[in-house]
Structure formats: C-alpha cells, structure tokens
C-alpha cells in the first residue's frame, strides 16, 4: 500500500517542492502584477464544462430553492469565464483556477488541478509565447534550478526557444506532409493523411478520423523531439485542431494556436481567439457531434458564453498546467508530487 502523501516521513520529502510551488505562484503574480494585470478568481461550477470534443467533464446537480435539480459541471478550463470578463471590459487578467478533467490520471495528469491561464487584450498571440518562456524561468530560479528535467530529459529556460510550425514538425519527424491532407477551405482528407500514416509505420484503422491519425502521429514522433535542451513552441496548428482560434492571416488552413513544450511535455496553449459567435457556435457544434460519435454524450452550449463572444474584443490568450510547470521545474517525477493536498 502506498504511503500516504500526509505521512509525516512522505510530507517531509514534498515539502520542499511545495515551498517551490508557492515562490513560483508569487513570482508569476509579481510579474503579471507590474504589468498590470489583474488576478480574477473564476467560479469552478458552470453551465458548460467546454466543448471539446476529447475532454470530459463531471458533472453534478444543483438544487434550487424550489426544491428543482438543474444540471451543472466542474470546468475543464476558465476560458468561457475569463472571455465573459473581457467582453465586460477587462483587458489584462489572469487566474490561477483549479479544473477538472474526467478520464485523466497519471504521473503527468491529474482529475483536479491548477491551471494558469491569463488573456491580452489587442495583443498578437506571439507574446504569449514570450509570457510562457518568462514563466518557465521564473519557476527555475523560483526552485533553485539551472535546467527543467522530466524523464531523464533537460531543457534549458534560459536558453532562446525553438518555434517550430506544426508543419514544418510533421515533415521532420514523421516524413508526414499534412498541408496534402487539409483541403484549401480548412476541411480535411482523411484518405490522404490514412496513407502517409501508413507510409510512417504507425497503426491506421478503418474508423481513424483525420483527427484521430493527426494525434497518434504527434504523440508517437512528433512530441517526444519537442523541449530537448531547449523550449520549444510548437505553432500554427491545422484549423481543424483549433476549434478556439482564429484562422491565421496568410493562410486559412491554419490557425493561430501554439503548444510549449518542454522535455517532451505539453505545458501550455495559446491562441490568438475566435471572436465570431456563429463560426463558434459552428465548430461548438462540430465538436459535440464527434463526442456523440466517439463517446455517446454530448455537453450543452454555454449560450451566455456566445453571446459575450459578440462583444468580446480582439485578444490572445493561453492556458499553463502550472503543476507540470512546478514539477519540471524541481524535477519531481509525478504531478502529485507537487500538490499540496492531491485529488483524492
């Protein structure tokens, strides 16, 4: 039986990570605060827990006064807060929320955990790519450390990052050339791309969604090279695998969404952000009719979130698992390793 994490031999070990955890919260909020943004604390109950169409969310029930139940959820996310507070006239604000995430747990994912998540209004989405560089050096000097490590890898903050298109990424890693497999108007081949995957050596099914085969490539070759020695920002994502970001200037098949990485792990996602109601709506819908596909349930549409969204100004925004970030940075091995009380 394993110890628990509150015994006093195991509490004794993690208490360092935790007094880490806790400099690298108040680094973060001292930077954010000197450029003057402000800390929000979003409700964690919602009307939606989001709508993609791989994420899960649990669900409870709210009794009103009138004795009646009403269905509600534990977010997998504050975006849907957090952009409502934009369309109201906020600018720069940021949170660090606790989120839910049904159908996760390992040494990298946790059902509850914190997640950092701030938002620029009329900012381009690269300087979030800076804010998270930034981040990832403050929580080494926050933990005492010169590198992130992670698996027997290191990679150093300190150090310029990589950005690497998603593209570009495919063709190195995987001799994939997925720009063939995305069609002019965003929408996707799935035969084409079923072909190459074969061609890489991967395992194709006859059910395999562009989707699916898109994932299984970037987990098996793709993600395992990103953050060695270095960060790296893994950008433009394919349209179709951005359902919350605007499609990118120079190229509709794209969109203006980035991943950082660091020892071939995901720490953060940024985009610049969708502000079309009826394109969300569309794609809100997209994602709940593959969820029904793949899953049997589907999440309702967070209406008050839609029409917030047709006021909501231009702005970038980008989502850290702070957790991953403070156990790169100590170099714990598991993600409960730097929680102060995990999940039960």
């Known amino acids: 039986m394993e110890t628990p994490f509150w015994s006093p031999v195991r509490h004794a070990d993690r208490r360092p990570l935790l007094l880490a955890r806790n400099r690298t919260q108040g680094a973060i909020r001292g930077m954010l605060g000197e450029e003057g943004f402000v ?26 006064n009138d004795g009646q139940g009403r269905k509600m959820y534990l977010h997998t996310s504050p975006e849907f807060a957090m952009k409502k507070l934009l369309a109201g006239g906020e600018e720069k604000i ?16 946790s059902p509850e955990f914190t997640m950092l998540e701030w938002y620029r209004v009329g900012a381009d989405y690269t300087a979030l790519m800076e804010d998270c560089v930034g981040f ?11 590198v992130l490590r992670y698996g027997g890898v290191v990679c150093d903050p300190f150090a310029e990052a990589e950005r690497l298109g998603v593209v570009e990424a495919f063709g190195r890693y995987a001799g994939v050339d997925l720009l063939a497999t995305i ?24 059910d395999d ?13 793709v993600e395992p090279h990103l953050g060695h020695g270095r960060m790296t920002v893994l950008d433009r994502y394919p349209v179709a695998e951005a ?37 969300q709506r569309r794609r809100f819908h997209a994602e709940m009719d593959e969820k029904q596909r793949v899953y049997g349930e589907r999440y309702p549409l967070d209406e008050d979130f839609l029409r917030a969204l047709e006021v909501m100004p231009a702005a970038s925004g980008c989502a850290m698992g702070f957790d991953r970030l403070v156990m790169l940075a100590t170099g714990a091995p598991r993600i409960e390793d730097v929680m102060w009380v995990p999940a039960g």
Do not use: K
């Open 39 to 64: 800390e929000v604390d979003p409700a964690g109950l919602q009307a939606s827990p989001g709508n993609e169409a791989h994420l899960h969310g649990f669900a409870t029930v709210a009794i009103g």
């Open 94 to 109: 940021f949170a660090f929320a606790h989120v839910w995430r049904n159908r996760e747990r390992g040494a990298l994912h």
């Open 209 to 221: 969604t562009w989707s699916d085969l898109l994932s299984r490539v970037l987990v098996a070759r």
């Open 183 to 206: 069609r002019g108007d965003g929408t996707t081949d799935v035969q084409a791309l079923r072909g190459q995957v074969a061609m890489a050596g991967l395992r194709v099914a006859e």
């Open 243 to 279: 359902a919350l970001a605007r499609p990118a200037a120079d190229d509709g098949r794209l969109a203006e969404r980035f991943e950082i990485y660091a020892c071939g792990v995901e720490l953060a996602n940024g985009f610049g952000e969708l502000t079309d109601a009826g394109e």
């Open 136 to 146: 990832a050096r403050a929580a080494a000097r926050a933990a005492g450390a010169d």
